[in-house]
């Protein structure tokens, strides 16, 4: 069955945020897109945030879908897996990965409260993971919350800096770089 026309809609922006960065989803390209008008388009969305706010819940939903499935059954390989789906998205996926997690947009989570129960699909995995990790005593007890901020944070920074042009590193190299980065972090909290 072909998709509804709300689905065909949001596809399209997502297609256009992936390819363009948000600035690109306009509601006229939208339509145009998804082979409606623009008309169209309001009847299903009120306004572009609307459709922004729909299309940032799928995408954070799809992109958590696949992390942390890979790695081995140790600390050390969970933890490579981790890294390696988050960088895989950040630097696969450019303006999805700034559009979710570093653009300033209504609606987007806010840590702590957003993220403490559940808030965020694409933070979650790595907080059970660190539940797990202190529970096996491979990291000290403390806030799993804020251990999982400290960890992403480092990596989220090193993203920043690549992305912007500030590393000159080969992907691999500086793929290198976040995965003893992470280790160094990891020093300061290991069990």
């Known amino acids: 069955m072909a998709p509804g026309t709300a689905q ?3 596809d399209a922006a997502l297609a256009i945020l992936i390819a363009e960065g948000a600035p690109a989803v306009t509601m006229r390209r939208v339509a145009a897109d998804a082979g409606v008008t623009t008309m169209a388009t309001y009847r299903h969305f009120p306004n572009r945030e609307a459709l922004l706010r729909t299309v940032a819940v799928s995408a954070q939903r799809d992109v958590a879908a696949t992390w942390g499935r890979r790695g081995g059954a140790d600390f050390a390989g969970q933890l490579a897996g981790l890294l390696d789906d988050f960088l895989d998205f950040a630097l696969g996926q450019p303006n999805l990965y700034a559009f979710l997690l570093t653009d300033v947009r209504e609606g987007a989570r806010r840590f702590p409260e957003d993220f403490a129960e559940g808030g965020s699909p694409t933070f979650d995995p790595l907080v059970v993971a660190v539940r797990h990790w202190m ?3 491979y990291l000290r ?3 799993p919350l804020e251990v999982a ?5 480092c990596a989220q920074g090193l993203v920043q800096q690549y992305l912007g042009g500030r590393m000159g590193l080969p992907e691999a190299d500086f793929r290198a770089l976040c995965a003893r980065t992470v280790g160094r972090v990891l020093n300061g ?3």
């Open 8 to 10: 065909r809609l949001a």
């Open 135 to 137: 529970a096996a005593g």
């Open 141 to 143: 007890a403390d806030d």
């Open 149 to 153: 901020l400290t960890l992403t944070s």
């Open 189 to 191: 909290i290991r069990g």
